[in-house]
């Protein structure tokens, strides 16, 4: 809140100390949220950008900024396990770091169910189809379907709750990934996280008659919900993966979300679709029983 006064104080903007401090604009808003803690070195920077030098101020926000820092380092951040870590990106562990902070997340799949939606089944076989010719090893295959679990674990466990909406093509409740009987859990798990309140999910159908972009799947984190222009994007297309922060490119995607958002099936309508899917899929299940 300090920071936050002195900032307006002089006055200069979140954008501005960005600039001038060479961070990101999240960062800034992090920061000044308490969300995350300072380094020393970065706050005697700050302290001095904004014009704040009086010795007991200065001495006061050094030692909350200590006292936070020893805070941060004993909280538990599961990416940071090590059979997690060697396993993911560098990109994805920032996007994992900000998903810990965020206040929404948006997510658009063209593909296949968003990854905490997932059960371990649907991906297992989603991801194992990548160790068969051995582009990954198994214990990346069992990490990354983990990790999955360990995403959805943390939103269900947040003492304020996620806003998370989970936009995605008819085409995801259509393909079977893992067979039929795998699917079937798969679209059972949905319902059962949006019934439970975790997930607001529409779908484009088929017949949409709007064009999309043909932009791929993506997710964007809020964490400023204040500030939409400062979402933090993710995004990967089997190739190479990102994280975004590029103003211009994160606030096209948000309004193509927005935009999409609003043409797809509604919430109900969506989750009346899943379990008319799942009922089809019992009739034709090896595993139905007579």
Known sequence: MAIREAREAIPLTQAQ??????????KVIRIENGEVSISINDLRGLLALLGVREKSVVDSLLADARIARTRS??????????????????AFRRFLEYEAEATELR??????????????????????????DGEFSQAKVDALVEI????????????SPLRYLVLADQSVFMRPIGGITVFIDQLRQIVDLSGRGLVKLRMLPFDLGMTIANNGSFELLTVDPRRPDSDIMYRENGVMDETVENRA?????????????????NESDTIAFVKKRIETLEAISPDRRS
Not at 74 to 88: G, L, S
Not at 107 to 132: D, K, R
Not at 148 to 159: K, N, S
Request: hydrophobic share 35%; charged share 25%.
């Open 107 to 132: 997510s658009f799949n063209v593909y296949y169910v968003h990854g905490p939606l997932q059960t371990p089944q649907y991906a297992a076989a989603l991801t194992g189809t990548w160790s068969e």
């Open 73 to 90: 380092q004993r909280a538990y951040a599961w990416w940071q396990e090590p059979r997690f870590r060697n396993n993911i990106s560098d």
């Open 17 to 26: 100390i960005a600039e001038d401090m060479e961070w990101s604009l999240s």
């Open 249 to 265: 490119e994160t606030v096209r995607h948000r309004r193509r979300f927005e935009q999409l958002w609003q043409a797809a099936d």
């Open 148 to 159: 999955r679990r360990q995403r959805r674990d943390a939103m269900l466990q947040r003492t």
